[in-house]
């Protein structure tokens, strides 16, 4: 268990539907990253906060994508209106800035869109 | 091109073998490498990260090595065991791009008993 959570574990969703998913960093980590995986692959950047602040996203996330981190702590990623290319692992991970930047992952969700 | 590339993408070895793991990357102006353990359906464990100025780290039988002239970095694992097979990534951390990774696509191990 590296400390950082993320909820659900498994989401089966029919495409055109919306998800949210959670996670919760180590508490005294003020950077938050969000990563997408799809099997065989390595993981893929999607985006990074620094407290509530979203500094960094991909080309990869679409405006179907959004992300937050409204208080500084926990971040919820939202998929609107599924579609199958959307199935993958989504992985979430922290650091503290200003060290040596050392990423601790969450177990990830798997997201299924059928 | 990928920026980050491992290689081989599969390896199999019997138990108690001596292996190494490669990774190599375009742009040398990085600020990390960090190599990462990935369990099947699991998130990773962070391994071992060699900061640019750094050139090797060492944890328990695990060793990594940085080259950034070359663009090249190993993990060595000593006396290898069924425990280590999993999947292992390498990502690199550019030095203008904050603190985003790129990962390479990893080597898949087995360790045989």
């Known amino acids: 268990d590296t400390g950082v959570s993320q909820d659900p574990r498994h989401k089966i969703t029919k495409r055109g539907q919306n998800v949210t998913f959670r996670c919760d960093p180590i508490s005294e980590h003020n950077r938050l990253y969000w990563y997408r995986q799809t099997l065989g692959q390595g993981p893929e950047f999607l985006t990074y906060?620094?407290?509530?602040?979203?500094?960094?996203k991909s080309r990869l996330l679409s405006d179907r994508f959004s992300a937050e981190r409204p208080k500084g702590s926990f971040s919820t990623l939202e998929i609107q209106r599924t579609e199958q290319g959307d199935s993958a692992m989504y992985l979430c991970?922290?650091?503290?800035?200003?060290?040596?930047?050392?990423?601790?992952f969450g177990s990830g969700t798997q997201l299924s869109v059928l | 091109k990928q920026e980050v590339t491992q290689i081989p993408a599969a390896l199999s070895v019997p138990e108690g073998e001596n292996l190494v793991l490669n990774c190599s990357f375009t742009?040398?102006?990085?600020?990390?490498l960090q190599w990462f353990r990935q369990d099947p359906g699991k998130g990773l464990t962070s391994l071992l990260l060699i900061q640019s100025s750094q050139r090797e780290q060492t944890s328990g039988r695990l060793n990594a090595s940085l080259d950034k002239s070359s663009g090249r970095s190993t993990l060595y694992i000593a006396a290898s065991q069924p425990g280590d097979s999993a999947t292992y990534l390498c990502?690199?951390?550019?030095?203008?791009?904050?603190?985003?990774?790129?990962f390479g696509e990893g080597t898949q191990l087995t360790v045989n008993p």
């Open positions: 990502a690199k951390t550019p030095r203008n791009s904050g603190s985003r990774l790129t």
């Open positions: 991970a922290s650091s503290l800035a200003g060290g040596e930047e050392k990423l601790f």
């Open positions: 906060f620094q407290n509530e602040a979203q500094l960094e």
């Open positions: 742009d040398s102006a990085i600020y990390n």
